[in-house]
């Protein structure tokens, strides 16, 4: 399956988004070359569409491209092999070609010999050159700088940040609600490479993802369920009230612990809570001794009980809120999706619990990780084993 961040990289220049100067200012040094220097730095934070746009200008003035990354600066006379004789050959097809150091700040690790002749060739070419950085204020790349234009990308806004995600998801066909948008494109911090991968990585956990994408159906059984409970007199027909809610026991519960405070103050509250807390303690009891016919006293609880923690009954509309619990969770889950799916793997394989898979995790990540047979034997996604390494 291929990452959404190739499948929707931008064509052209028009498809860059929220970085209007850097594409005006890259215009103007391809129409210029040969006036000014040489060479242009694009560098900015990571996802902002350096890449992008080098690739994309070089399209839209049908020029080839010829690219060298950080490892192919290592080595001088390497370089000088491969990057001389395309400074000075004509492109066969094309009208003319420029020249793309991608990520040259990569090379910090490495010996740099090949810098020196990266500047001369600089110098000397007769094809614009287009070096990308995340962080190019390092002293090694001071003489880089002076013959090079300079060009900063900034961090995308966050609202263009959201139109490219509402986009995607369009184009996908999955719809994602507001909350979700703008949690993602808040945590992105200005990274569209950042946005767009989580987005795909939600969509993939499709349990979480349908939690948060059906609640908006779900919202007027929920919305009218509390609102009883909330507001009428506790009545036996109200036991099996959150039975006809399409939702499962957790979720119905984040929504009450998120909507109690709304119509509920005092005493009552604090009665509310604890009847809500003794439930979750419950709950983890039935689980743990799988007394399972005890779940019926939950929905009494949550019912019955939490209607008659109230003194009165009231009257009037209250919005009542999405749990934003259910988002931290998500986002938790998120973190140990891949950690749970491979102790699920091996737990199945040699036949120990699931939890004590958890439990060992550490040391059976090493041992895993460290052993491609191991990896095929569990039949480890590709995803999975990226996770190892972390
Ligand atoms: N300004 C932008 N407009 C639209 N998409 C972008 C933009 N910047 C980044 N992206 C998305 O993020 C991906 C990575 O962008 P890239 O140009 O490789 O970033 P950089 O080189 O700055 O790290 C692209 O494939 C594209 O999907
Ligand atoms: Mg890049």
Not at 60 to 66: D, K, L, R, T, V
Not at 216 to 227: A, G, P, Q, V, Y
Not at 228 to 234: A, C, D, G, Y
Not at 293 to 306: A, D
Request: with cysteine; aromatic share 8%.
């Amino acid at each position: 399956m291929s990452p959404w961040t190739e499948k929707y990289r931008p064509k052209n220049l028009e498809e860059i988004k929220g970085q209007d100067e850097a594409v005006f200012k890259i215009r103007e040094f391809l129409k210029n070359f040969g006036k000014k220097k040489n060479a242009l730095i694009l560098h900015g934070p990571p996802g902002t569409g350096k890449t992008s746009i080098a690739h994309a200008a070089a399209k839209e003035n049908n020029f080839e491209i010829f690219e060298l990354n950080a490892s192919d600066l290592r080595n001088r006379e390497k370089l000088k092999n491969i990057l001389r004789p395309a400074t000075e050959q004509m492109p066969l097809e094309k009208s003319d070609k420029i020249i793309l150091v991608d990520e040259v700040d990569g090379i910090s690790e490495y010996d740099y010999g090949g810098l020196g002749e990266l500047l001369s060739v600089i110098e000397s070419t007769s094809f614009p050159v287009i070096i990308t950085a995340n962080d190019i204020w390092d002293k090694k790349f001071s003489a880089l700088r002076k013959k090079c234009e300079m060009l900063q990308l900034k961090e995308i806004n966050v609202n263009v940040l959201k139109n490219v995600i509402l986009e995607i998801s369009a184009k996908e066909n999955i719809s994602v609600n507001d909350d979700l948008i703008n949690e993602l494109s808040a945590k992105a911090k200005g990274d569209m490479r950042a946005a767009i991968n989580d987005l795909q990585a939600l969509s993939k956990l499709k349990d979480y993802f349908s939690v948060i994408l059906d609640e908006r159906n779900k919202e007027t059984d929920i919305f009218s369920s509390l609102k009883k409970v909330f507001q009428e007199k506790p009545e036996n027909e109200m036991l099996g009230i959150f039975d006809s809610v399409n939702m499962s026991i957790d979720d119905i519960i984040l929504w009450i612990e998120e909507n109690i405070p709304a119509d509920y103050k005092g005493e009552e509250l604090a009665r509310a809570y604890d009847l809500l807390s003794k439930t979750d303690v419950f709950r983890g009891r039935i689980h743990k001794q799988q007394y399972w016919r005890f779940l019926v006293y939950e929905n009494i609880f949550l019912s019955y009980g939490i209607a008659s923690s109230k003194k009165n009954t009231k009257t009037g509309f209250t919005s009542y809120k999405k749990p934003s619990r259910i988002l931290q969770i998500w986002l938790n889950n998120q973190k140990t999706v891949h950690k749970k799916s491979i102790c699920h793997k091996y737990a199945e394989y040699v036949h120990v619990s699931h939890k004590r898979a958890m439990t060992e995790f550490p040391v059976i990540k090493l041992v895993i990780k460290s052993n491609p047979e191991i990896q095929k034997e569990l039949k480890l996604e590709e995803e999975e084993i990226e996770y190892l390494k972390i």
